[in-house]
C-alpha cells in the first residue's frame, strides 16, 4: 500500500504563444482549472499506475476543495486522512507556453497547515514494508516528522525533491529513495554537473556516501538512477510534447506503484518513465496521467 503525504491543489492554467520575461504581457489563448498539487497528483498516479493508495493533506472549506479531490475520489483513493481546515484550498498558478515548457506560482493556503501532528497520523495508519511518498510543497517541519516516523516503522520513503526549496538537501537525506531533476539533484550535491559523464561520477559519489537509491529525471533523455551500487537507466518516448505539468508527478507514482506491485528497479524506471511521457500529450496536470493500461500497451509496443 501507498500513503502520499503532501499538497492538493487547485490549478489555474493560462496557454500563450510563449512564456513573458520579466515586466512583459502576453496574451493568453486558452484557460482551464484542473485538480493538481504535487502530491495528489502523485497519488493520482499511484492509483491509475494499479495501487491501493491513501491520500494524507489538508484543502479548505472553499469552493476549490471539492473539484480538487473529485479524480481522487473517482479513482478510489482512500481520502480519509484529508482535513477540512479554514485556510483556502492551495492554489497552482500555470503559464504555459506554445513548446510545452511552463511557469507556475503555487500558493499554498491549506497545505501550509499541515505540521507534524498530521505526519504523525498518517504514518500510524501504515504497516512496515508500505510505500510513504513525500515532497516539499507542505511545510519542512511536516515532511521531516513524517520521514521520522517512518524509519521508526519500517515504511519505505521516497522524496520527491520538488519544489527546491532550502530543506531539500537536508529532509532528502532522510529519505530511502530521492528523486530529483537536474537542477535538483545540482542542489543536493552542492554543485553544478556540467555533463553527463560528471553528472553519472557524482551520482555514485552521493550514493556512495548516504547509500541510498537516487533516481534522476532527464526530461527528453530519460531517467538515471543509483541503486545497491549499480546504475540505470531508462528511456521514456520520442513524442512531441503538449503540455509538461504533471509528468514528474505522473514518473513518481507510477515508480512507487511499480515498486509496490513487485516489480525490478529496472522495469519500474522504464514504466515511470514511458508513463511521464504519456503524460506530455494532454493538457493538466491530473486529466494527463495516463492508465495503466495504456503504459502497458506502450511498453509492448517498444
Given at each position: 500500500m501507498i500513503t502520499v503525504f503532501g499538497s492538493v491543489n487547485m490549478d489555474l492554467i493560462a496557454t500563450t504563444d510563449r512564456l513573458p520575461q520579466p515586466g512583459e504581457t502576453v496574451a493568453g489563448s486558452r484557460f482551464s482549472t484542473a485538480a493538481g498539487g504535487k502530491g495528489a497528483n502523485q497519488a493520482l498516479a499511484a492509483r491509475r499506475a494499479g495501487s491501493v493508495v491513501r491520500m494524507a493533506g489538508a484543502v479548505g472549506e472553499d469552493g476549490f476543495a471539492a473539484p480538487a479531490l473529485a479524480l481522487l475520489d473517482e479513482a478510489g483513493v482512500d481520502l480519509s486522512g484529508v482535513a477540512r481546515v479554514?485556510?483556502?484550498?492551495?492554489?497552482?498558478?500555470?503559464?504555459?507556453?506554445?513548446?510545452?515548457e511552463n511557469m507556475i506560482a503555487v500558493v499554498p493556503g491549506a497545505n501550509g497547515?499541515?505540521?507534524p501532528s498530521e505526519a504523525a497520523s498518517?504514518?500510524?495508519v501504515m504497516s512496515t514494508g508500505d510505500i510513504l511518498m513525500l515532497q516539499l510543497e507542505v511545510p519542512a517541519a511536516a515532511?521531516?516528522?513524517?520521514l521520522a516516523a517512518a524509519k521508526a516503522k519500517g515504511v519505505v520513503t521516497v522524496i520527491n525533491t520538488a519544489p527546491l526549496t532550502a530543506d531539500a538537501q537536508r529532509l532528502?537525506?532522510?529519505a530511502d529513495i530521492v528523486v530529483a531533476n537536474e537542477t535538483e539533484f545540482a542542489l543536493l550535491l552542492g554543485r553544478d554537473v556540467n555533463d553527463h559523464a560528471a553528472r553519472l561520477a557524482a551520482l555514485r559519489q552521493l550514493h556512495q556516501e548516504t547509500g541510498q537509491t537516487i533516481v534522476i529525471t532527464l526530461g527528453a533523455d530519460g531517467?538515471?538512477?543509483?541503486?545497491?551500487g549499480e546504475l540505470t537507466a531508462a528511456k521514456g518516448l520520442a513524442i512531441e510534447p503538449i503540455d509538461t505539468?504533471?509528468?514528474?508527478d505522473t514518473f513518481c507514482g507510477y515508480l512507487a506503484a511499480s515498486l509496490d506491485q513487485g516489480m525490478s528497479f529496472a522495469e519500474a524506471l522504464r514504466r515511470a518513465a514511458v508513463a511521464g511521457s504519456l503524460a506530455c500529450l494532454a493538457r493538466g496536470a491530473q486529466p494527463s496521467i495516463p492508465l495503466?493500461?495504456?503504459?502497458?500497451r506502450r511498453l509492448q509496443e517498444a
Open positions: 479554514a485556510e483556502p484550498t492551495g492554489t497552482a498558478l500555470i503559464l504555459v507556453g506554445g513548446t510545452g497547515t499541515v505540521g498518517a504514518v500510524d515532511v521531516e516528522a513524517a532528502s537525506r532522510l531517467v538515471v538512477a543509483i541503486r545497491d505539468v504533471g509528468a514528474g495503466a493500461e495504456a503504459v502497458s
